[in-house]
């Protein structure tokens, strides 16, 4: 069954083309979405990569991000037919398994939904502030915002997450069926509430997507895991990004049992990416 990998992209051409070049296969289709900030000329991307167009202009922490994966999905469904996954990673992750073996691992996943989730609240993930206040960006934004939080925690008001939804947050990357994200998408359209309360929520690419799979049917069929290899230990207490993976990594991505680790980035990560190239390699010949 054929695989739709979806990197989204905003800066190093060449991590990236190394990247959709790993991943070359009859049975991938890759898509590129690259933020309309960045630098990167999409001329030279590679040629297997196929470009989700309009560019859309990306800030971390805000709607945008998830504004731009919603895209992102709408073309795929558009274009792609039939698939079993859409793999959503970002232009900063590296594959730990050669094409063949990433393959019969996600056929052994069929009809799952790899997605990291916790539910929020006191006995989950403490973070529900993020919704229950309002965020937004640009000065003005935040100015208002932090007016009418300031009178909301006055007078003991606080926002319930839409549609009365249990909420629930995780990793922004995630493994979904092709019937998984048409369901996000046709909700989205149907349901123009979703948008407007969560363009006031603080890094929303955390909650979105597991809300409104937690609160669907698809529930059933999560698996919570990713199958991402991120080291936020390493990066300290109250990081805002993971810790940058370097050769000093390798043997914990040795014994992984993820598809992909991430964060690389050069140069901190340039002696790690041909050792990962020669883990698959020896993955490949049936090697552990």
Request: aromatic residues 8%; contains cysteine; glycine residues 6%.
């Amino acid at each position: 069954m054929r695989q739709v990998i979806l990197i989204h992209a905003h800066k190093d051409l060449g991590q990236l083309n190394m990247l959709v070049s790993q991943l070359v296969d009859d049975d991938f289709l890759i898509y590129v979405n690259v933020d309309a900030k960045s630098a990167i000329d999409v001329n030279d991307l590679h040629p297997a990569a196929r470009l989700v167009l309009p560019r859309i202009a990306i800030h971390w922490g805000q709607f945008s991000q998830v504004e731009a994966t919603l895209h992102s999905m709408r073309q795929v469904i558009l274009e792609a037919g039939p698939f079993d996954k859409l793999v959503f990673i970002s232009a900063q992750d590296a594959p730990l398994l050669p094409n063949r073996r990433l393959k019969m691992a996600l056929a052994a996943l069929a009809g799952r939904e790899l997605l990291d989730c916790v539910a929020v609240g006191p006995q989950g993930w403490a973070c529900a502030e993020r919704f229950q206040y309002f965020h937004a960006g640009g000065a003005l934004g935040a100015l208002a915002c932090r007016a009418a939080n300031r009178l909301m925690r006055v007078i003991g008001v606080r926002r319930a997450m839409v549609n009365g939804w249990q909420p629930w947050g995780g990793s922004s990357w995630w493994s979904l069926s092709r019937a998984c994200v048409e369901a996000i998408v046709e909700q989205v359209r149907t349901d123009p509430a979703i948008v407007r309360f969560f363009r006031r929520v603080s890094c929303p690419d955390e909650l979105f997507f597991q809300t409104l799979v937690m609160n669907s049917p698809f529930r059933t069929r999560v698996v919570a895991d990713n199958y991402r290899h991120v080291d936020w230990a390493g990066a300290g207490a109250g990081a805002r990004h993971p810790k940058v993976l370097d050769a000093r990594d390798f043997a914990t991505l040795s014994a992984s049992r993820a598809h992909f680790c991430r964060k690389l980035e050069t140069p901190a990560s340039a002696a790690l990416l041909p050792l990962l190239w020669q883990l698959r390699e020896s993955r490949e010949r049936g090697e552990p």
